[in-house]
């Protein structure tokens, strides 16, 4: 594992980088060293904002317009890729360093077939011309595990599903079989179960080609499985390097420790008491707030030349109980129905057949003014905090629009309300004169989460709140959730993709595949023991989880109880102008 | 992609109708052609003929029914001023117009592209800002001014042009330049923030980390997506461009549709207007019809849907 002993394939030395905004130069990488042999792997980690992928971009000498190494050196193969010319670069791009980039929708030109774009790669580097680069083409795709190959190299990519189009873009990182592979994120927009699928071919390829991999993640569990080194990074600094091991076990620094800490995994506390020991089982009808009884959805299929074609189902026999001031789970991959379930509850698409009652009133067919009430005591949360703010309202005025749509109060009342929403959620009440643009992620989705909160809901929707979160972040907004249940009794319908996360804050946890209840139940019970095969797979890809651990017989001796204090450093409002550097490297 | 397109010719069709609907109801509601038609010392018996003879003695609903099962057979009534079916009289003039509407759009369009291309391949800002500068300020100037003041300059002040007319190549120079410059303008600026707003794009970069060169990255990846939006603003404009050419062919001394259709109103012969204004719409709709088809055949999203 030591490089030392080997001349380094790639060698960042003292590495700088800022990117000039309109408020003068932003420092955002600063003096990054790093060592990698031939075949090595790094996982290069931090939350968004660390400087991660800007790294990785001045590898490439794809930094954004703006953004310039302003000293150290990346030696790559002993060339200085820092002073290196255009042409020079794009003789490397492709051949001798690969990119595999993080999101499968957006990383391939929409109107061109993905076999053409895999030939290209090729074509540009003299490995192969027109139809021999494409009949490479082909094997590559085959060579990434996609089935029927030559049919789909001559599909465009709207045509292929995101963990395909993953694969399209792992081909072409690797078809001229490169030294080195920047992966970036390779796996975070995809589904728990294709992550791993993903990332072990992504390994075995780049093994058996004997290609170096820059793994960069936020995900430290999962690269501390992946790599042998890992190199942490906060804000631009490197806070720790080390082999990964020894980064996951015994972390260095105060920063990596919380890092650790603050990832979900299935060993961590629960932030929740189980339902009393009086209540077993399924919950009796008084305690029901919410309910889902043989809730079906479906959508009108394709438009086609003479009619349509057959309806899509997107949730089929759905029977769902929301015991009062409690949470319940829905889990399952992107279109297995979980978000429809959520619309439904919420009211804003209308089951197609079946019922839902809220406390004790069927609601499924309400309209008008009785909708307009029912939806005062439900609030929805969504995944977006940048998305779900408008960016040209004051947060104090997102925290009373609601107040005003239902006519509560008089401004001063609102006012109050407001001030008092701003408490619950632990953010200071001179935060509602700012505008979206001047808060933390975290930040905003506290701010969600208080304008859900002022019209002192029953039931609170949470459609993957915390999922685009970091995870220190996450762990303190998963807290929150938490104490605010406990405090205002309320209950939550909690939509996630990620397990570890559902083990935390979850009193009931319903599994869900192509629209359908596969399995539900206590969480503790449901996780000591899954029924179904596909509960298990999901635990299963969870990442840094070993059956092992999962049992508890193995537990690292280094994992500690996740901070319950709040962290000041990472909640804090992040400078705009890092952020606008930042943004524009994304 | 033939429910798509199906939909488009049906919508074309109906545009159609609605046109014909309109302007029947416009010419009838703009006063009184006959009154205009006959000499001022026409009796009331003469003027009862006439209305008779024209058909417009009948009522409302009558007369559009007529008109329509008319003009599906393509007869647009027989102009009121030359004795001759209106249809021929427009005929005769649209071929005047769509030249100068076609060549200046062609013309326009291509320089537009090939320079958005350069300097998105140069990659350099101050190119890029100088030729948005120039095209901005051309804009600025309303074509009538800006051809006016070509005018000035080629054929007064250095005889080299003609002024108005249209004869041989040289008489065509003026209106093209004036009409094709315009055009410039609008689709680089188009084309221009389509570049701007892919360049930070995920599969832009994507595409650079494969070691592609510059114009191989801009002629086979950007353009083909830039074009995109840019054909579907390119159909209507074009449209509007035939529609209202009125202007520049009175100053240019344009045989042209728009002029006709000018001298029409003011002669209240309605048949012409009703022709010329159908034609028109025809012209509209035709060239939105094949935008349609063009987009379906670039866009793999549209053929699949």
Redesign the interface.
């Known amino acids: 594992m030591s490089s030392a002993s080997i001349a380094p394939l790639l060698s960042i030395r003292d590495l700088h980088i800022e990117f000039d905004t309109p408020h003068g130069p932003v420092s955002a990488v600063r003096g990054i060293n790093l060592d990698l042999a031939p075949a090595q792997t790094v996982a290069v980690v931090g939350e968004s904002g660390s400087g991660k992928s800007t790294m990785a971009a001045a590898v490439n000498g794809l930094l954004a317009g703006n953004g310039r190494v302003t000293s150290g050196q990346i030696l790559f193969e002993g060339r200085d890729l820092v002073q290196a010319s255009e042409a020079e670069l794009r003789r490397i791009r492709g051949s001798g360093i690969g990119l595999v980039p993080q999101d499968p929708m957006s990383n391939l030109n929409p109107i061109q077939r993905v076999g053409t774009q895999i030939a290209e790669v090729l074509k540009v580097h003299g490995q192969a011309s027109g139809r021999a680069a494409h009949a490479r083409a082909v094997d590559l795709l085959d060579m990434v595990g996609i089935n029927d190959p030559a049919r789909r190299a001559r599909q465009y990519p709207h045509e292929l599903s995101g963990g395909m189009r993953q694969r399209v873009l792992i081909a072409i990182g690797l078809a001229c079989r490169p030294r080195l592979l920047i992966a970036d994120e390779p796996t975070s927009a995809l589904d728990v179960t294709v992550q791993k699928v993903i990332l072990d071919e992504l390994q075995s390829l780049t093994a058996e080609m004997g290609t170096a991999v820059i793994l960069i993640t936020h995900d430290l569990p999962l690269a501390s499985e992946r790599c042998d080194e890992a190199l942490v990074m906060f804000r631009g600094d490197m806070i720790e390097r080390g082999p990964a091991a020894r980064v996951m076990q015994a972390p260095q620094s105060e920063y990596t420790r919380r890092l650790i800490d603050a990832a979900p995994t299935l060993d961590a506390p629960r932030l929740v008491r189980s339902p009393t020991t009086a209540s077993p089982g399924t919950p009796g009808s008084q305690r029901v707030l919410a309910e889902l009884v043989q809730a079906r959805k479906e959508y009108p299929g394709a438009a086609r030349l003479f009619g349509r074609a057959a309806p899509f189902v997107a949730v089929e026999g759905m029977n769902l109980k929301i015991p009062r001031g409690q949470t319940v789970a829905v889990v399952g991959e992107s279109g297995s129905g979980k978000s429809t379930t959520a619309k439904m509850l919420l009211r804003t698409e209308q089951v197609t057949t079946g019922d839902i009652i809220f406390d004790g009133l069927a609601v499924t067919r309400l309209r008008r003014k009785r909708l307009h009430d029912f939806r005062r005591r439900v609030q929805p949360v969504f995944q977006n905090p940048y998305g779900s703010l408008d960016a040209r309202w004051t947060v104090g005025a997102s925290i009373e629009e609601p107040l005003c749509i239902h006519r509560i109060g008089t401004p001063a009342t609102r006012q109050r309300k407001v001030e008092e929403a701003l408490d619950a959620v632990a953010l200071p009440r001179d935060l509602a004169s700012r505008l979206p643009a001047e808060l933390s992620g975290g930040q905003r989705q506290r701010v969600a989460i208080a304008r859900a909160l002022v019209l002192d809901p029953d039931l609170v929707v949470l459609d993957e709140a915390v999922s685009a979160l970091d995870v220190i972040v996450q762990a303190q907004i998963l807290k929150l959730l938490a104490d605010l249940q406990e405090k205002l009794g309320l209950s939550y319908l909690f939509i996630s993709h990620d397990l570890a996360v559902v083990r935390q804050i979850a009193h009931h946890v319903y599994v869900m595949q192509h629209g359908r209840i596969v399995e539900h139940g206590e969480t503790e019970a449901l996780f000591a023991a899954p029924q179904q095969e596909y509960t298990r797979q999901l635990l299963a890809a969870i990442p840094g989880v070993t059956p092992l651990v999962r049992a508890g017989a193995q537990k690292a001796p280094s994992l500690r109880p996740p901070q319950t204090e709040t962290p000041a450093t990472t909640d804090v409002p992040a400078d705009p102008r890092h952020r606008s550097a930042t943004a524009r490297t994304a | 992609m ?2 798509y397109l ?1 939909s488009r010719l049906l919508g074309g069709a109906a545009t159609l109708l609605a046109v014909l609907t309109f302007v029947f109801l416009l010419v009838r509601f703009s006063g009184d052609p006959v009154r205009l038609m006959l000499p001022d010392q026409a009796t009331a018996e003469d003027v009862a003929a006439m209305r008779h003879a024209l058909g417009l003695d009948l009522s409302l609903p009558v007369q559009y029914l007529t008109f329509l099962q008319s003009a599906v057979q393509g007869d647009l009534g027989i102009s009121l001023r030359q004795g001759r079916p209106a249809l021929d009289i427009v005929l005769e003039r649209m071929p005047a117009t769509l030249e100068l509407a076609l060549i200046s759009f062609s013309i326009g369009f291509f320089i537009a592209v090939a320079l958005a291309v350069i300097s998105e391949v140069s990659g350099s800002r101050r190119l890029n800002t100088l030729i948005l500068w120039i095209a901005t300020a051309r804009q600025s100037v309303p074509p009538f001014l800006f051809g006016i003041l070509l005018v000035l300059i080629f054929s007064v002040k250095m005889n080299v042009l003609p002024a108005i007319g249209r004869n041989d190549w040289s008489s065509y120079v003026i209106p093209v330049a004036t009409i094709a410059s315009f055009e410039i303008a609008l689709y680089l600026r188009l084309i221009g923030s389509a570049f701007e707003e892919m ?5 832009v ?9 510059r114009p ?1 990255l801009v002629l ?2 950007m353009l ?2 830039a074009l ?1 939006p840019v054909i579907t603003v390119a159909g209507v404009n074009l449209g509007v461009l035939i529609g209202g050419l009125v202007v520049l062919e009175t100053v240019f001394n344009w045989p042209g549709l728009g002029r006709l259709i000018i001298d029409s109103v003011s002669q209240r012969d309605f048949p012409v207007v009703q022709a010329g204004v159908l034609m028109i719409a025809c012209a509209f709709v035709v060239i939105n019809l094949l935008v349609d088809f063009i987009y379906a055949a ?4 549209v053929r ?2």
């Open positions: 033939g429910r199906l360049r930070a794009s995920d599969w970069r994507t595409a650079r980390a494969k070691g592609i060169s191989r086979g990846h083909p997506n995109l670039l866009d793999p999203r699949h849907s």
